[in-house]
């Protein structure tokens, strides 16, 4: 069960940024996980293991669902398909919680604040244009490739 809540939270550091979902789908998904084990019978499953309920219900609610979303999270992003790079102006930055925002003048990716996020310590290059590739993921679900900036050259 340690695996499965360890899983969960270096999932939400590292691969739910990169996801482009709502975060309530995400819970809902989250949530479909952890009690879908509950569904399969018990006589069949947790008393072949030799559990008690209470032990399958918290082995499928701590272990099973954290680690099974996980799972199709970091499929969804290493298998992506074709990549779409698309540049943007950057209307400002902010400095939060060690964590440095973009925010762009169009307003791309908006709704979705972390995938504009980067760990201020890794922040070593500012610019005032940002280059984004997005893909579908393997679920259909889009996912951030990779977020570069880079400063712009104005002609005269």
């Known amino acids: 069960m340690a695996v499965g809540v360890f899983s969960a939270i270096f999932g939400l550091v590292t691969v739910v940024p ?11 998904g ?3 996980l952890c009690f879908a084990g509950n569904l399969v019978p018990y006589l069949r499953s947790g008393l072949v293991l030799g559990m008690e309920r209470l032990e399958w219900f918290l082995f499928n609610l701590l ?9 199709l999270l970091w499929a969804n992003f290493v298998f992506h398909g074709t990549v779409t790079v698309t540049e943007h102006a950057v209307y400002s930055t902010a400095v939060r919680g060690g964590f440095l925002y973009y925010e762009l003048a169009d307003g791309f990716l908006a709704e979705h604040p972390f995938a504009l996020a980067v760990p201020w310590s890794q922040a070593t290059e500012m610019g ?3 280059r984004i590739t997005t893909a579908d993921g393997l679920f259909g679900v889009p996912v951030l490739v990779r ?3 880079y400063r712009a050259v104005r002609l005269r």
């Open 18 to 28: 990169w996801t482009l979902i709502d975060a309530q789908w995400l819970l809902r």
């Open 30 to 32: 989250l949530l479909l």
């Open 63 to 71: 272990a099973v669902g954290p680690l099974g979303m996980g799972l």
């Open 128 to 130: 005032n244009h940002l």
């Open 147 to 149: 977020k570069e900036p």
